[in-house]
Structure formats: structure tokens, C-alpha cells
């Protein structure tokens, strides 16, 4: 299973089933990240910036092209709600 480390939560790095997103990973870890929209990717609260393993992630989703094209999420960032780990890969961070 990928591990997935996020800056600034306590704890290890999580165990991600494929497919899962990067926000309902949190969420299973007990931790709390805010998602106004309520993970619909219709805002960009829930914004997380990739440091390391992008290519572990799917393709942008098309909320994500849109904020992008939009100004609003920067090249290195993914929405933690549209952000699926596609590959078994670990060091996504």
C-alpha cells in the first residue's frame, strides 16, 4: 500500500489503498482538513501542495484544470479532494 506523508500532521505516514483520495486518507487517519465545498471540487479549501510524487497521482481531474487555468492552484498543488493515488509506489508528500 502507498505511504503518503503530509506536512504538519502528527503521526507516520499513512497507509493509502490505490484509489483512494488524498483528503478521505486524511479523514481514515483521524485528522481533520477543512473542505468547504464538502469534497466536491468546487472550491479550493482543501488545496495541498505536492512536493514529491506527483507521477503517483492521477491525471488532474477536471475541477483541477479549471482552477488552474483560473489562476487558483498553482502547478505543484492539487485539490486533497480530486487527488487519487494511482500507483503502489511509495513517497508521495
Known amino acids: 500500500m502507498p505511504l503518503l506523508t503530509i506536512a504538519g500532521l502528527p503521526g507516520p505516514p499513512l497507509n493509502v489503498p490505490v484509489g483512494t483520495t488524498v483528503l478521505a486518507a486524511i ?32 491525471p488532474l481531474t477536471e475541477p483541477e484544470l479549471r482552477y488552474r487555468a483560473a489562476g487558483r492552484l498553482h502547478e505543484t498543488e492539487r485539490l486533497a479532494c480530486q487527488a487519487r493515488i494511482r500507483s503502489e509506489k511509495s513517497g508521495v508528500g
Do not use: Y
Not at 482538513?33 to 466536491?40: I, R, S
Open 27 to 58: 479523514h481514515a487517519a483521524g485528522h481533520d482538513w477543512w473542505h468547504a465545498c464538502g469534497a466536491k471540487g468546487r472550491c479550493t479549501t482543501c488545496r495541498v501542495r505536492v512536493l514529491s510524487g506527483a507521477e503517483l497521482l492521477a
